[in-house]
């Protein structure tokens, strides 16, 4: 079973339109993560969940909207896509505080937008 | 400005040699310290964490160390293998509850 697994895997899109990047952990962790990986390979967080509350909001345009159903799911909600939001998207979990233990990612999620 | 910097250009390495990876990192004070390995197309898979107070970190052929007054890391593989090629990145503890921040990653290749 993967731990943290995301779908879809690739998305291709046209400007404008709304997407959703889905994500799920079985590891029984309380905290979930989405990152950007852009084409310079910074990982970048945008937001985290926290048992479901929202930890850290990053300055990301709100377009982008998280949504955190239950504890093991962590979705991403994008709308009015733009050109430069074509990234790889991951998703992440950690038991208790990412800064202080180990982080388990997806097979992230590569955003095109046309 | 807060910065962390790994060798951008990729580092090539003799199979069976030591390699040795650079983090350094500018106006941060981290408690702790990551290091993950990421292969082309997957998510980045963590390897080791060390802690402001200690100098030296192995699992297995990997060793990793810490020197805050230097504000450095580095990362060790020994004997290296082919498959030991990938990007490897380090990321440090912001400060603030759950974030960590990265380094843009080292792409390492071990030629046989």
């Known amino acids: 079973d993967t731990a943290v697994s995301q779908t879809p895997k690739y998305l291709v899109t046209q400007m404008g339109n709304d997407k959703s990047i889905k994500c799920e952990q079985n590891?029984?962790?309380?905290?979930m993560y989405w990152y950007k990986q852009d084409s310079k390979k910074f990982l970048k967080i945008m937001f985290s969940?926290?048992?479901?509350?929202?930890?850290i909001n990053e300055t990301v345009p709100n377009r982008f909207s998280p949504k955190s159903p239950d504890k093991a799911h962590l979705n991403l909600h994008i709308n009015s896509l733009e050109l430069g939001d074509s990234a790889v998207y991951f998703c992440a979990s950690s038991h208790g505080q990412g800064n202080t233990g180990e982080l388990f990612f997806g097979e992230g999620s590569r955003l095109t937008v046309l | 400005s807060q910065k962390i910097e790994q060798n951008s250009e990729a580092l090539n390495i003799q199979e069976g040699k030591t390699a040795t990876l650079t983090c350094n990192y500018t106006n941060y004070s981290p408690a702790y310290l990551q290091w993950y390995r990421q292969d082309p197309g997957r998510g980045p898979v963590f390897l080791l964490l060390i802690r402001e107070n200690e100098k030296e970190k192995r699992k297995e052929r990997l060793k990793v160390t810490f020197d805050t007054t230097l504000k450095q890391s580095l990362f060790h593989i020994t004997a290296s293998q082919p498959a030991d090629s990938a990007t490897y990145l380090c990321?440090?503890?912001?400060?603030?509850?759950?974030?960590?921040?990265w380094g843009a990653g080292t792409k390492l290749i071990i030629k046989p």
């Open positions: 969940y926290n048992n479901k509350e929202l930890i």
């Open positions: 590891l029984g962790h309380d905290t």
């Open positions: 990321a440090l503890d912001g400060g603030s509850n759950y974030q960590l921040i």
